[in-house]
């Protein structure tokens, strides 16, 4: 399984993974993590084609937030998009891996609604 952790700081599994420019990707066959640094015109909320995005080959994109927009196109290249409340990118990555996934709500104008798909 492959999958995309957004980690603007680079430490912590971030919000927002549609503004997020920077992914920890990791291949869960070898266990090898690699940094991803999106462009501006990059950035998944851009809304643009996903098809030679750098994350196209990714199984799941792993945040702590996202829209429902983003959700539904990553779904249509076969990408699930899961949100978790562990803050800890292994430990996000090995509940992912697990499949072990918590989709948080979070209520409220201007905020990322929750997302309900596969688990």
């Known amino acids: 399984m492959k999958i ?10 971030s919000s ?3 503004k997020c420019t920077h992914f920890w990707l990791l291949d869960s066959a070898d266990g090898r993590w690699h940094s991803l640094l999106l462009s501006p015109a990059q950035l998944l909320c851009r ?5 030679d ?3 196209r080959e990714v199984d799941v994109v792993l945040a702590a937030s996202a829209g429902r927009p983003l959700a539904r196109r990553l779904q ?8 978790t409340m562990e803050s800890e990118l292994q430990a996000a990555a090995a509940l992912c ?6 989709t948080p709500y979070l209520p ?11 688990t």
Request: net charge positive.
């Open 4 to 13: 995309a952790i957004a980690s603007q700081n680079r430490r912590t599994v």
């Open 16 to 18: 927002h993974a549609g």
């Open 47 to 51: 809304g643009g084609d996903l098809a």
């Open 53 to 55: 995005h750098p994350l």
């Open 76 to 83: 249509q290249l076969g990408i699930m998009l899961s949100l």
């Open 97 to 102: 891996i697990a499949g072990s996934r918590a």
């Open 108 to 118: 409220g104008k201007g905020r990322c609604q929750s997302i309900t798909g596969r």
